[in-house]
C-alpha cells in the first residue's frame, strides 16, 4: 500500500518560514497533479496549493506570494516552502494527488505562534 508521510513542520513565531516535505513510497504523483492541503480540527480540508504533472502552479488566495510548492522528477516527492507565516496558517498540513488521491497521511502539524 502506497504511503505518504508528510514532515517538516513545527513551531515558529510569525514571520518565520517552514519548508515542508511529502514523500511517497511509490512514484504516486508521476503524471498528476500533487496537491497541498491543511485541515483544522472540526473543519474540512482546504486545498491550499497545486502543482500540476507540467509544473503549473495555483495557490489558494490566503496563501499566495507566501508559499511556493514543488515536485521533483522522481514522481514520489514535493514540497511546501512556507514563508512569511502567519498565526492563521496554524494547521496540520497533508500531501496527496488532486485526482484519485491515495490514503491520507498522518500530516504534519504547523504552528504559529508569538
Known amino acids: 500500500q502506497v504511503q505518504l508521510v508528510e514532515s517538516g513542520g513545527g513551531l515558529v513565531q510569525p514571520g518565520e518560514s517552514l519548508r515542508l516535505s511529502c514523500v511517497a513510497s511509490?512514484?504516486?504523483?508521476?503524471?498528476?497533479?500533487m496537491a497541498w492541503y491543511r485541515q483544522d480540527p472540526g473543519k474540512q480540508r482546504e486545498l491550499i496549493a497545486t502543482?500540476?504533472?507540467?509544473?503549473?502552479?495555483y495557490y489558494a488566495v490566503s496563501v499566495e506570494g507566501r508559499f511556493t510548492i514543488s515536485r521533483d522528477n522522481t514522481g514520489n516527492t514535493g514540497v511546501l516552502q512556507m514563508n512569511s507565516l502567519k498565526p492563521e496558517d496554524t494547521s496540520v498540513y497533508y500531501c496527496?494527488?488532486?485526482?484519485?488521491?491515495?490514503?491520507w497521511g498522518q500530516g504534519t502539524q504547523v504552528t504559529v505562534s508569538s
Open positions: 496527496n494527488r488532486v485526482l484519485h488521491p491515495l490514503t
Open positions: 502543482i500540476t504533472a507540467d509544473g503549473l502552479t
Open positions: 511509490g512514484n504516486i504523483f508521476n503524471g498528476y497533479a
